[in-house]
């Protein structure tokens, strides 16, 4: 591949990265775990600014949030101790989804995030588990809830003005029942024809609060709000499984206008989340 790239670098501190992607801007291109380089380098790009270095790859938990480095490999969280025990191990599931050994070797938790493939398994799992994104600019840091991020408009700053330099899950999410579920055209089929995620605050057989989030037949991952809206306060059993599956195909249906090619997909999705919710009832029981 022929491209015009002329220099390397290697930062070793978020404030000097942050200063050369504001310097370069569209000359340079921003690379962490490399699984996925751009098939067709911009001809603007002169420069390549390789993060491996920063000092980004913590997984620690305090009184207040669960942080994740944004330079942690998906192994790294897929084989966590402290994450097998958060949220029923829900995010070190999640990570083992839909690729290869060696791609989650190298692949980071900012690489699947930021980079805007609706069919990343992220995404889903910590819009649901109600994250926030510290991001790094030439501003300084700002803290934003995690949907936010997935705005095209923000998405559109990373790696040009924004960096990802870690996410912060809420304490109170470790006794959530939470499960992540897929279905692609195998186990390691990184194109899955559907995402989801139900993350439920289970206590004496009532479902006091549920996040449920898909993705891959939307353009991002999405909070379906009419089915949260129904499972508060409602019993978590069966009955309150099948409302909220009706739930997400009303909603999913009207987010892809009941296009033919999306349908296997939303009613894949509406299965995944009435089997998700089950599972998630019968363990936080």
């Given at each position: 591949m022929r491209n015009n790239i002329r220099e390397f670098y290697f930062p070793a501190a978020v404030k000097e990265a942050v200063g050369l992607m504001t310097k370069?801007?569209?000359?340079?291109?921003?690379?962490?775990?490399?699984?996925?380089?751009?098939?067709?380098?911009?001809?603007?790009?002169?420069?390549?600014?390789d993060i491996t270095d920063l000092p980004l790859?913590?997984?620690?938990?305090?009184?207040?949030?669960?942080?994740?480095g944004a330079l942690c490999t998906l192994e790294e969280l897929e084989k966590s101790a402290l994450l097998k025990s958060w949220a029923r191990g829900v995010i070190a599931q999640t990570a083992g989804f839909g690729t290869t050994a060696l791609a989650r070797s190298m692949g980071t938790v900012g690489g699947n995030v930021v980079r805007p493939h609706p069919y990343n398994n992220l995404p889903p799992l910590f819009l649901a588990l109600d994250a926030l994104a510290v991001c790094a600019h030439d501003g300084?840091?700002?803290?934003?809830?995690?949907?936010?991020?997935?705005k095209p408009d923000i998405m559109r700053r990373f790696g040009h003005s924004w960096l990802l330099t870690e996410l912060r899950v809420p304490a109170h999410t470790k006794g959530w029942a939470a499960v992540s579920t897929r279905l692609g055209a195998t186990k390691s089929d990184w194109k899955g024809y559907a995402n989801c995620v139900v993350a439920a605050d289970v206590h004496g057989g009532v479902c006091r609060k549920a996040a449920v989030a898909v993705s891959a037949m939307l353009p991002?991952?999405?909070?379906?709000?009419?089915?949260?809206?129904?499972?508060?306060?409602?019993?978590?059993?069966?009955?309150?499984?099948?409302?909220?599956?009706?739930?997400?195909l009303v909603e999913l249906e009207a987010l892809t206008g009941k296009s033919p090619a999306k349908a296997h997909a939303v009613r894949t999705a509406g299965v995944l989340a009435r089997r998700a919710l089950l599972q998630a009832f019968s363990s936080g029981r």
């Amino acid at each position: 591949m022929r491209n015009n790239i002329r220099e390397f670098y290697f930062p070793a501190a978020v404030k000097e990265a942050v200063g050369l992607m504001t310097k370069l801007k569209s000359k340079a291109m921003i690379v962490a775990g490399g699984t996925r380089p751009p098939g067709d380098v911009p001809s603007s790009v002169e420069t390549v600014i390789d993060i491996t270095d920063l000092p980004l790859r913590h997984l620690q938990a305090d009184k207040g949030w669960l942080r994740i480095g944004a330079l942690c490999t998906l192994e790294e969280l897929e084989k966590s101790a402290l994450l097998k025990s958060w949220a029923r191990g829900v995010i070190a599931q999640t990570a083992g989804f839909g690729t290869t050994a060696l791609a989650r070797s190298m692949g980071t938790v900012g690489g699947n995030v930021v980079r805007p493939h609706p069919y990343n398994n992220l995404p889903p799992l910590f819009l649901a588990l109600d994250a926030l994104a510290v991001c790094a600019h030439d501003g300084g840091e700002e803290t934003v809830p995690f949907g936010d991020i997935l705005k095209p408009d923000i998405m559109r700053r990373f790696g040009h003005s924004w960096l990802l330099t870690e996410l912060r899950v809420p304490a109170h999410t470790k006794g959530w029942a939470a499960v992540s579920t897929r279905l692609g055209a195998t186990k390691s089929d990184w194109k899955g024809y559907a995402n989801c995620v139900v993350a439920a605050d289970v206590h004496g057989g009532v479902c006091r609060k549920a996040a449920v989030a898909v993705s891959a037949m939307l353009p991002r991952a999405t909070r379906m709000a009419k089915a949260e809206t129904l499972l508060a306060g409602a019993a978590a059993d069966e009955a309150a499984a099948r409302e909220a599956e009706a739930a997400v195909l009303v909603e999913l249906e009207a987010l892809t206008g009941k296009s033919p090619a999306k349908a296997h997909a939303v009613r894949t999705a509406g299965v995944l989340a009435r089997r998700a919710l089950l599972q998630a009832f019968s363990s936080g029981r």
